[in-house]
């Protein structure tokens, strides 16, 4: 089956604890991004990757790191999570291919609360 | 900067009434439209998408949606919805040749409850 997975599905920390959120998607695609959700705000682009090695900021990267060793994985990293980073955060996956027509398929998501 | 705007943050309908959620978008050039819904504590689904020819798009469950390209609108519709319809749904935009890699720009999401 088709489908991106995240891991961990929920979770609570405490401020200044690191932790990564992985994201492994079966499709082959060469595009990866990860969005939080925010109340009032939609979805909001933290980072993107077009490919194995190739990585660029969103709007909100400010406090986290991506990397994207292998295709298929794309995981989410926060170095000293802050309490404005709880939220509920998206990966999602695309062919780039043929080019930007392409509809981004989306994990189940990660309810992260940083305390 | 290219935003998305939902004109509803919360609408609430009783079974069998038709609806309609307005999305409008800020860009001048060609765009690719999609409405997704999430579901009560799921992922995003994609309920529909324009990429060009038809403005009326049909999507999935009933739902259709018009691309008025004077109007810079992406409105979606249902004749009839059901309680199962609850959710929250998104319009997005997908903008630009070089958009950032295929950026996705989200409304801030318009939450419709269904009352049996």
């Known amino acids: 089956e088709a489908q991106v997975t995240q891991n961990p599905r929920y979770l609570i920390t405490v401020t200044g604890k690191k932790l990564t959120v992985t994201c492994s998607q079966n499709m082959n695609h060469e595009y990866m991004s990860w969005y939080r959700q925010d109340p009032g705000l939609g979805l909001r682009q933290i980072y993107y990757?077009?490919?194995?090695?190739?990585?660029d900021k969103g709007d909100v990267p400010e406090g986290y790191k991506v990397s994207r060793k292998e295709k298929r994985n794309f995981p989410l990293i926060l170095e000293s999570p802050s309490p404005n980073q709880t939220s509920l955060y998206f990966c999602a996956s695309s062919h780039l291919r043929t080019g930007r027509k392409d509809t981004q398929y989306f994990g189940p998501g990660t309810r992260l609360t940083v305390l | 900067a290219q935003s998305v705007s939902q004109h509803n943050h919360h609408v609430i309908l009783s079974e069998a009434a038709s609806l309609e959620l307005g999305c409008n978008y800020s860009?001048?050039?060609?765009?690719?439209l999609f409405w997704y819904v999430q579901y009560p504590g799921q992922h995003l689904q994609l309920l529909l998408k324009?990429?060009?020819?038809?403005?009326l798009v049909k999507g999935i469950k009933g739902f259709e949606a018009e691309f008025i390209k004077s109007k810079f609108s992406f409105n979606l519709r249902k004749p009839s919805v059901q309680w199962s319809d609850t959710a929250e749904y998104f319009c997005a935009v997908n903008a630009g040749v070089y958009n950032q890699g295929g950026k996705l720009i989200f409304g801030q999401g318009t939450e419709l409850s269904v009352k049996p």
């Open positions: 990757s077009m490919n194995v090695e190739v990585t």
């Open positions: 324009y990429f060009s020819g038809d403005p």
């Open positions: 860009y001048g050039g060609t765009v690719n």
